[in-house]
Nanobody, 125 residues
Framework: QLQLVESGGGLVQPGGSLRLSCVASGFTLGRYTIEWFRQVPGEEREAVSCVSTTDNSTYYRDSVKGRFSIVRDDAKKTVHLQMDSLRPDDTALYFC??????????????????WGQGTQVTVSS
């Protein structure tokens, strides 16, 4: 039923760019706060960015500010994470996630209810 499917990952050189996409099915994306997390094997999952519904409030972790942008297209049931100036420490499995409702995200993302399967991003020369 409710699914989130990520795509757009791959291998890129330092300084390069990737655009991740998260496509929703089985629910109305416009009623959900959408979030991006990432995880390195053996390490804790961390929030990267999130965008609320209604007012489109956003949050970015400090290490990606000015480099990443989250954009939602509710009509197409898609959220993108544009990643520029990529660095080796951005290498991780990136997950799309969602939680119903709108939230103020000034202090960080909200624990999500739904998760995608992940897409691998590798930044290496």
């Amino acid at each position: 039923q409710l699914q989130l499917v990520e795509s757009g990952g791959g291998l890129v050189q330092p300084g390069g760019s990737l655009r991740l996409s998260c496509v929703a099915s089985g629910f109305t994306l416009g009623r959900y706060t959408i979030e991006w997390f990432r995880q390195v094997p053996g390490e804790e999952r961390e929030a990267v960015s999130c965008v609320s519904t209604t007012d489109n409030s956003t949050y970015y972790r400090d290490s990606v500010k000015g480099r990443f942008s989250i954009v939602r297209d509710d009509a197409k049931k898609t959220v993108h994470l544009q990643m520029d100036s990529l660095r080796p420490d951005d290498t991780a499995l990136y997950f799309c996630a969602a939680i119903e409702g709108s939230y103020h995200l000034m202090r960080g993302c909200i624990d999500p209810t739904y998760w995608g399967q992940g897409t691998q991003v590798t930044v290496s020369s």
